[in-house]
Every structure is written in C-alpha cells, then in structure tokens.
C-alpha cells in the first residue's frame, strides 16, 4: 500500500512539475509579447502583468511541495552534518514537524482569505476584473500539499531514527563498499 501510495504521490508531483514548466514558458512568451508590443508599437497588453503576478505566485507555492521532496530547497546545513546520523534523523523531524506546523496554518488562512473572497466576491480593479479568489485558492492548495511534504519527511525520518541501517546512505556505502 506504501508503495501505491508513493507512486501516486509521485504522480501528482510530476503533474505539478509539468505544469510549473508550462507556467513559466508560458510567462516567458507573454513578458516577450508584452515588451515588444509595449517598445516596440506603444500598445502594451492589459493582462499580460496581471496574468503574470498571478502565475509567479503559483510558481512559488505550487512548486514548493515537489523542491521539498527533491531536497531542492536553500539551506545552511553545516551543523546538521556535523551530528551522527541519528541527531541528524532527529533534526530533520523536528524541522519537517515545524514546516508541518507552518503550511497547517497558511492553508487554514489562506482557505479563510479564499472563502472570503469568493463570498464578497472581490475581483481584481483591472480590466480583467479577476475575482481574487482564483489566486487565493493557489495558498490552500500549494500550503497544503507542502505540509503532506513534510509529513513525508517527518515519516521518513522517523524510520532512519528507527532503522538507522536501512538508511539509503547506509545502503550507498554498502553497495559501494
């Protein structure tokens, strides 16, 4: 079931990714438009910033669970590495716990925010007039697969403080040993 489980987990991430990849050629191509239609014809597009600022935001929360399970995120790990293998299992439960801790409450108020949106239905003042429930919703959503991350973590660290020989390092060394 563990392994069902992660291969959908898996799955999910890889969508993600696809679509952060298709989010940011998609900017790429419309900042272009936009520059040269604004330089090049002075007619600058009415959307192009709005679209974008919201697609920014959904590169950084959406994309944040899948750096996580990448191990891609920046970090000053120079103590942690310091520690024996067990002190470092320990760190890393304690810090997914927090980040655990901190998505709980960005996606409890960020839903808050979305909901209230969507119940005033507050739009954006722009020409699109987008209701800013749309980009709110990317909080919950991205906050929330972020804490699943890290709940992952946290289980996952907690098996290498359990069964510090099964560790992959251990089994890196082994095999290359």
Same mark, same amino acid.
């Given at each position: 079931?563990?392994?069902?489980? %992660?291969?959908?987990? @898996?799955?999910?991430?890889?969508?993600?990714?696809?679509?952060?990849?298709? *989010?940011?050629?998609?900017?790429?191509?419309?900042?272009?438009?936009?520059?040269?239609?604004?330089?090049?014809?002075?007619?600058? %597009?009415?959307?192009? &910033?709005?679209?974008? =600022?919201?697609? !920014?935001?959904? !590169?950084? *929360?959406?994309?944040?669970?899948?750096?996580? $399970?990448? +191990?891609?995120?920046?970090?000053? @790990?120079?103590?942690?590495?310091?520690?024996?293998? $067990?002190?470092?299992? *320990?760190?890393?439960? &304690?810090?997914?716990?927090?980040? *655990?801790?901190?998505? %709980?409450?960005?996606?409890? $108020?960020?839903?808050?925010?979305?909901?209230?949106?969507?119940?005033?239905?507050?739009?954006?003042?722009?020409?699109?007039?987008?209701?800013?429930?749309?980009?709110?919703?990317?909080?919950?959503?991205?906050?929330? !697969?972020?804490?699943?991350?890290?709940? &992952?973590?946290?289980?996952?660290? =907690?098996?290498? !403080?359990?069964?510090?020989?099964?560790? +992959?390092?251990? $089994?890196?060394?082994?095999?290359?040993?």
């Amino acid at each position: 079931m563990t392994a069902h489980l %992660t291969r959908r987990w @898996d799955g999910l991430m890889a969508v993600l990714r696809g679509a952060s990849t298709f *989010v940011l050629a998609f900017m790429m191509i419309t900042i272009c438009y936009d520059a040269i239609m604004r330089y090049a014809f002075s007619a600058p %597009t009415h959307w192009s &910033l709005e679209i974008n =600022s919201f697609l !920014l935001v959904y !590169l950084a *929360v959406m994309s944040a669970a899948e750096a996580q $399970r990448r +191990d891609a995120h920046i970090r000053i @790990d120079y103590f942690k590495a310091k520690l024996p293998p $067990r002190g470092q299992a *320990v760190t890393g439960i &304690l810090t997914s716990l927090l980040g *655990v801790a901190f998505c %709980t409450i960005m996606a409890w $108020r960020g839903g808050i925010m979305m909901l209230q949106a969507f119940e005033y239905n507050e739009r954006v003042s722009s020409s699109l007039g987008t209701p800013i429930g749309i980009p709110y919703a990317m909080l919950p959503i991205g906050f929330g !697969l972020l804490g699943l991350q890290f709940a &992952l973590d946290v289980w996952r660290e =907690s098996l290498r !403080l359990m069964y510090p020989e099964d560790s +992959d390092d251990n $089994r890196e060394t082994s095999s290359h040993g």
